[in-house]
C-alpha cells in the first residue's frame, strides 16, 4: 500500500468519525416538542450501570434516570428493568391524573420486577429518579441519589435531596432524633440507605407540591458521577451558554470524561428545556 493510499484512508477515516460525532450530538427533536438531550459516559468502570430514557406524548413527558450497583452485570439489569417498568406504565396509564400514584405504582413495580429477574449470584439495584411534565408543570420522585434540578435565571437549583445517610442524619438531628455528635460523624457518610431491588424498599421522595416551571428552564437529571465528580459552578457554566440540550448534555459527560479525576464513576446526565408559557 502507497503512502498516498495510507493517508486517503486515514483522511476517510477521519471524516466518518466526525461524520458519527456529528449525528451524536443531533439527536433528532419532536416538531413542536420539548428541548431534550441526554448523554451517559462509562467513566473509569468496566460497565455502563446508568440507563436514561424519556417518552413524549401528546399529553405530556417521561424522563427516568437510573443508576445501577451491583456484581456481574446486576447493576445493568437491575437499571434496565427499572426504567423499562417506568415507561411501560406510563404508556398503559394514564399518569398525569394522578402523578403521586403513578410514581408508587411505578416505583414499587421496578422494586419486584429487579427482585424477580436477579438472584443472590447476581446481585443488583438501583437509585432512580424521574420527572413528569405537563402544562407547565413538573412533578418528580426518586429513591436513592440520582439528583433532580431546575435551572433558572443562572442558578441550578435542586428540588430533590436523596437517600443517603448525611442526608437521613440531617433530617433526623432536625427533629431531635439523633445526636449533634453522632449527626455530624453521618454528615460524612453518603453511602444509600433506599434503593430499587431489596426487600425492604418503602421510601419515595416525592414532590411537596408540582414546580411551576418558566419559559427557559432547564430541568436536570444527573447521576452522582456528575455531581459529585464536577463543580456545581462548572455545571452551571454549561446550562448557562446557550445550547441546544443534547450538546450541553454531551458537554456535560465530556468534561467527566477530561477530568484530572483518579476514579470517575459512570456519569449521565438529562436535560428538557421548557420552551411553553409560563411566568
Known sequence: MTPEMILWGLG?????????????????????????GTS??????????????????????????A???????GGRLASRAAVETFLDLFKDYNAFDNPQYYFRKAFNAA?????????????????????????????????????????????????????TLDVL??????????????????????????????DGFKDIEYFDRPVHLHKGDIIVLMSDGVYELLP??????????GLDCQRMAFEITEQVNTSSAEYKDNASVILIRWNGGGS
Open 12 to 36: 476517510g477515516l477521519a471524516v466518518v468519525l466526525l461524520l458519527i460525532r456529528f449525528i451524536a450530538l443531533k439527536k433528532p427533536q419532536i416538531p413542536g416538542g420539548p428541548d431534550i
Open 40 to 65: 451517559m459516559t462509562i467513566g473509569g468502570r468496566e460497565v455502563q450501570e446508568d440507563q436514561v430514557e424519556t417518552l413524549y406524548t401528546p399529553s405530556g413527558l417521561l424522563a427516568v434516570l
Open 67 to 73: 443508576d445501577g450497583m451491583g456484581k456481574e452485570y
Open 111 to 163: 422494586n419486584r420486577a429487579i427482585l424477580r429477574i436477579l438472584d443472590n449470584e447476581r446481585r443488583g439495584s438501583a437509585s432512580v429518579g424521574a420527572v413528569i411534565v405537563r402544562d407547565g408543570w413538573l412533578y418528580y420522585a426518586v429513591v436513592g441519589n440520582v439528583k433532580i434540578c431546575v435551572f433558572r435565571g443562572g442558578d441550578l437549583v435542586p428540588m430533590s435531596a436523596g437517600h
Open 169 to 198: 442524619a440531617e433530617e433526623k438531628f432536625r427533629i431531635g432524633r439523633l445526636s449533634r455528635e453522632d449527626a455530624l460523624t453521618l454528615l460524612e457518610t453518603r453511602r444509600l440507605y433506599n434503593y430499587v431491588g431489596q
Open 232 to 241: 456545581w459552578r462548572d455545571i452551571e457554566d454549561i446550562l448557562a451558554n
